[in-house]
């Protein structure tokens, strides 16, 4: 069965550190991949995605990411943290061949300490 | 440009009494409509998804149920609210394929007491 895991449950980091959120996915077919932001009381909103080509994806608000298929891996970077970053972050994994249906991993909780 | 409207924004209902949330998309043709929900601290459940009107697949037995009236409209219901229908409710949307991701409307919170 499709999962999607992300291992960090919360992450807490300085304003000005580097990020890394981690996403792990099981899956049997060629995946797309998607990274979501919440705000508290809000929508999710889409950070990037990744169909095919190269492996590493830029988003928006400065977040990127690699896929690593021999880790079944799609970790989410940001160079430089800031305040306003603090939100939930949700993996999603998603493919043609499994119809529209995404799989969301349960998220991360990302505190940016000032 | 496409955009999804959700309301209410916040709901407080008490126990027994009917629930009608929408969800409308605009300017897009024939998309896919899903209906998440977020418990406390808790990670996205599916409840419901359609591929068209009239079409409606259910993720998780429950006292929910959603309708499709028409293409962009998208309606979660219930008749007798329960206090486990808390959460925060997300009406999302794409387009066939979905290689476009979701694109989620701004959510409804649903306070049963």
């Known amino acids: 069965a499709q999962s999607v895991t992300q291992p960090d449950i919360h992450i807490t980091v300085s304003e000005g550190a580097s990020l890394e959120l981690r996403c792990n996915y099981s899956y049997g077919a060629t995946p797309y991949l998607f990274w979501y932001v919440q705000s508290p009381g809000q929508g999710l909103q889409l950070l990037l995605k990744y169909f095919s080509g190269d492996t590493l994806v830029q988003g928006i608000k400065g977040f990127e990411a690699e896929f690593k298929r021999s880790q079944s891996s799609f970790n989410l970077r940001k160079p430089s943290v800031h305040w306003s970053d603090a939100a939930e972050y949700f993996c999603a994994v998603g493919s043609i061949n499994y119809g529209q249906n995404f799989v969301f991993g349960p998220g991360t909780r990302l505190s940016v300490l000032p | 440009s496409q955009t999804i409207h959700q309301w209410p924004a916040t709901l407080v209902q008490p126990v027994g009494s009917p629930l009608s949330l929408e969800c409308t998309v605009e300017g897009t043709s024939n998309p896919n409509l899903y209906w998440y929900r977020q418990a406390a601290g808790r990670g996205l459940q599916l409840l419901f998804y359609?591929?068209?009107?009239?079409?409606i697949s259910s993720e998780v037995p429950q006292n929910l149920s959603a309708s499709r009236p028409q293409d962009r409209q998208f309606i979660l219901s219930s008749k007798k609210l329960l206090l486990s229908d808390s959460g925060f409710y997300l009406c999302a949307w794409t387009l066939e394929g979905a290689v476009g991701g979701y694109t989620f409307g701004s959510g409804t919170r649903l306070t049963v007491v």
């Open positions: 359609s591929v068209g009107i009239g079409q």
